[in-house]
């Protein structure tokens, strides 16, 4: 069974940072593309960024660059979300998917980040 859970979030004042964990089960991770995903309240869910293993390349939006940074430790098929220098408008619950037979699945439960002062 293929299963993700989102860890890490909190509550941090603006221009802090934080780390947010996807850890799988049931798979290797570095077989396939991963994504994080975020919806703040009254909002769609929108892509953050991915990672592409056979590709060996990282993407994400436009207003992230430069501030978040994803990595993988293999050890603990694990893949990371490293968010600094945050702000009011990243506050959203972080969700972690992987794509399977091209449709992004396995969904977790989500972890909150709030950005406030």
């Known amino acids: 069974q293929l299963q993700l859970a989102e860890s890490g979030g909190g509550l941090v004042q603006p221009g802090g940072s934080l780390r947010l964990s996807c850890a799988a089960t049931?798979?290797?991770?570095?077989?396939?593309?991963i994504g994080w995903f975020r919806q703040a309240p009254g909002k769609e869910r929108e892509g953050v960024s991915c990672?592409?293993?056979?590709?060996?390349?990282?993407n994400y939006i436009d207003s992230v660059k430069g501030r978040f940074t994803m990595s993988s430790d293999n050890a603990k098929n694990t893949v990371y979300l490293q968010m600094n220098n945050l702000k009011s408008e990243d506050t959203a619950v972080y969700y972690c998917?992987?794509?399977?037979?091209?449709?992004?699945?396995?969904w977790g439960q989500g972890t909150q980040v709030t950005v406030s002062s």
């Open positions: 990672i592409n293993y056979r590709a060996g390349s990282t």
């Open positions: 998917a992987v794509i399977i037979q091209g449709r992004w699945g396995s």
């Open positions: 049931g798979f290797t991770l570095d077989d396939y593309v």
